[in-house]
């Protein structure tokens, strides 16, 4: 039994589904004000880009996780983080009337505060209590140059995306894969190996160390990371082999998750699993957004994963989460205590 300090995930992380109406739109019942959400059109004409937002870049500025484009403003877009919510303008692919969206959110520290633990001085807004942070600061395009995270522990996952320059991608660290290895958030592809990245060296509790590369490090460029650290029976990021059977591979979390982040290193995309879309609830889960395209809902995999109080179970042949051999990666935040759900156990 895995347990943690955090009573009611839904304090740190919720999924919220909500209808566009090309107009003003106040998104509440998130049970938290968030600090960065995640936005997704899922269905309707007007199926587009996942649009970010944070807390400490500020409200109206976009990121994409399928696109190299640097920050964009939309006056119209999320224009206020509410005590219980957010507030959506009448952007276009942002609040379209008739358009199913998927907003994930996370609570950090506010619109944070200076961080000298680096050689970087940082702005972070930190959330001890569940393991994510976020935090914003100048590169200098330095090899061993170093950020504050804030968290007090060591991160497990960090993206990072520089917000100045437009044709660099996100650039993803994963203690699974090690500290001479990146991902690409906004790609479909395996990881890649250079000292240019996080400079072979690991995240310790006060601080991620960076490479040259400008993806990371841009020189006077502003950057971005989202930091998360494992947090017992409430987080975890992770690493399973596939064994290319419908009976597959069961991923023991030590809680029921509520969102999986699933890639393949080696090729293939960035899935997103959540306890909201899943169809029929709770399993099996079909429903699934790619990360790294601007797609809306995809069913296509039937069914997908499985998820209990404890884990989640492959139950595709699909190479995407479950080729044999393959190696993948996840994160994980679910429910913090395990048994405190109606969802059945499964034997390891």
Not at 78 to 84: G, I, K, P, Q, S
């Amino acid at each position: 039994m895995a347990y943690s300090t955090i009573n009611k995930s839904t304090d740190y992380f919720n999924t919220k589904l909500w209808s566009g109406n090309g107009s003003t739109n106040a998104i509440s019942g998130i049970g938290f004000q968030p600090d960065w959400v995640w936005n997704k059109a899922l269905s309707g004409g007007n199926v587009n880009d996942h649009r970010l937002i944070d807390a400490v870049r500020g409200a109206t500025k976009n990121i994409y996780s399928n696109a190299t484009t640097a920050e964009e403003t939309d006056a119209n877009g999320l224009t206020a983080f509410n005590t219980d919510g957010f507030t959506m303008g009448n952007s276009n692919g942002m609040n379209n009337s008739s358009t199913e969206y998927v907003s994930w959110t996370w609570r950090a520290g506010g619109s944070g505060g200076a961080n000298t633990d680096g050689t970087i001085n940082s702005t972070v807004s930190a959330n001890t209590t569940s393991g994510f942070s976020i935090c914003k600061f100048v590169g200098n395009a330095t090899q061993g140059a170093s950020v504050g995270h804030g968290l007090g522990v060591a991160p497990n996952v960090i993206f990072t995306k520089n917000l100045t320059q437009g044709n660099e991608g996100w650039m993803v660290y994963h203690s699974s894969l090690g500290n001479t290895k990146k991902l690409s958030l906004n790609e479909a592809t395996g990881s890649a190996t250079s000292n240019t990245y996080w400079y072979n060296t690991s995240p310790d509790t006060t601080k991620f160390t960076l490479g040259s590369n400008w993806g990371m490090n841009g020189n006077s460029h502003n950057m971005i990371a989202y930091c998360f650290a494992n947090k017992t029976g409430y987080q975890k990021a992770g690493k399973y082999i596939g064994n290319g059977n419908v009976n597959g591979e069961f991923i023991y979390t030590g809680f029921a998750p509520k969102y999986v982040l699933l890639k393949k290193d080696g090729g293939d995309g960035w899935w997103i699993v959540d306890d909201k879309q899943a169809n029929p609830l709770p399993n099996p889960n079909t429903q699934m957004i790619v990360a790294n395209t601007s797609n809306g809902n995809n069913n296509s995999v039937s069914p997908f994963i499985d998820i209990y109080s404890s884990g989640f179970k492959l139950r595709s042949t699909w190479s995407g989460v479950n080729a044999s051999g393959s190696d993948y990666v996840y994160l994980a935040i679910g429910q913090s205590l395990v048994g405190s759900n109606n969802i059945p156990c499964v034997a390891r």
